[in-house]
DNA sequence: TATTTTAATTGTTTTTTTTACAATTAAATA
DNA sequence: TATTTAATTGTAAAAAAAACAATTAAAATA
């Protein structure tokens, strides 16, 4: 059959905001741009949608170029798709975002990209529309992680309640009493304690703990109050 | 400056899934497909994005062909892009979901499309893969509403409580304690008692109801509890 | 006109969830 | 051995949610 002959077509992009957490500040991992317009500059890993890839495939594609990493945490966000954004030549470009754990991350492939991690506030400017894509990111993962347990994705395997309750206090800029925190989180059957302690934070240690994946994969749909009055902490 | 010239260009198209309430059940607006391949078959409302408008103003003005309505709920669902998804042509599909008032719809419209109303429960066959876009839009549509105060946008100006349990009820394929609800909808303050009363449903009549549109627009964002226990009801 | 019928309206008690709040403990270090 | 530091744990009060049914307005009917 004939082709929709009489159409335009568009160029399509991937842009990826890739979080991590270094246990302190949540962050996003940024590029040199290697090519004009904007060479140089700071801007998402991002890249073309070719004919044969479907969006996730090109995500996907996009995040291991950059990483190395593959079957980790990544969502459609949002396209963006303002006829003016790139000067160059129209394009809709569909944002991903990506929650890994930083220690993953191979630093051998930064050099390639002369790539960045930088915290959330303090993001450098970024090329066309991509600090708009970065603020839909953090609202998306704000809202998210109220409800779902994507936070875990940016830990390690093993963690303790206090790393994990740090995420939770960066992530919603708040602060979390660490009682509430600890029955909220252990009511919820998501965590499995281990028998070996984190020396490195404290004197004491604290007791590593992971994921039941199971119950990950069973209530991850569900609805959960991982935070308290939400609404109040978006911003 | 010239352009990005080893890139292939794609077809990109925008479908709407609009929702509509006729006081009974949750329903959407499907069409008859006016050209081939599919012609004759049922199908989402959609079109081809132009080279000089937006996202956003593609969904819109594919949504007044339809409806003749404008300033409506519309709202960026997600982007389907798998490679086979239209057999004649790698197509990306932005899909869109609209609320709309189904007595503002009109009529003399849905000539010229073969246009016609189905409850979710019972959606005919679709073309390519527009059945999983509903099936996403339905589970977006839920999970919105059972915290945001969208569903508003489904009736008229003046509606009645019972009215909107109605609405809730089918939207979530449940039932609601009648003494709870109320309680739980005015505790929002989103609503203004008016002084008449709808005949219509009942001898005694029920009192309508309009949007506070100050404290509609003030609470839109925060996550309210709309729906006991949500997650118990997705299905 | 009195009675019946139908759906709208309203309140209280119980249960569950959330919040506020501080003492104790393990382990390294001085 | 004493000190220091952060991890761990429990309870009472407050707030929110859930369970539950009688009363009322108004039309229809006898």
Redesign the interface.
């Known amino acids: 059959?004939?082709?929709?002959s009489k159409?335009?077509?568009?160029?399509?992009a991937v842009d990826c905001i890739i979080f991590g957490f270094d246990g302190d500040t949540l962050k996003i991992l940024l590029i040199k741009r290697g090519f004009?317009?904007e060479k140089g500059n700071w801007s998402l890993m991002g890249g073309?949608?070719?004919?044969?890839?479907?969006?996730?495939q090109?995500a996907n594609r996009i995040l291991k170029q950059l990483t190395n990493l593959e079957g980790v945490y990544l969502e459609?966000l949002?396209?963006?798709?303002?006829?003016k954004r790139d000067?160059?030549?129209?394009?809709?470009s569909?944002t991903y975002f990506a929650l890994i754990d930083i220690n993953k991350y191979e630093i051998q492939l930064s050099k390639d990209y002369d790539a960045g991690w930088f915290p959330l506030k303090r993001v450098p400017k970024l090329i066309f529309d991509q600090q708009e894509m970065v603020e839909t990111a953090k609202k998306c993962i704000r809202y998210k992680a109220?409800m779902h347990p994507i936070l875990f994705e940016l830990l390690p395997t093993k963690f303790t309640i206090p790393q994990l309750q740090a995420l939770y206090e960066s992530v919603f800029n708040t602060q979390i009493d660490k009682r509430n925190f600890s029955k909220r989180i252990l009511a919820t059957g998501l965590l499995i304690k281990l028998n070996d302690k984190d020396k490195a934070g404290s004197k004491r240690g604290a007791y590593y703990y992971q994921l039941n994946m199971q119950n990950y994969y069973a209530k991850f749909?569900?609805?959960m109050n991982f935070i308290p009055n939400?609404?109040t902490l978006?911003n």
């Open positions: 059959m004939q082709k929709y159409q335009t077509r568009l160029l399509l004009q317009p073309f949608v070719q004919v044969d890839e479907s969006l996730d090109a459609q949002q396209a963006f798709g303002n006829t000067p160059i030549e129209r394009t809709v569909i109220a749909q569900s609805f939400p609404d978006l």
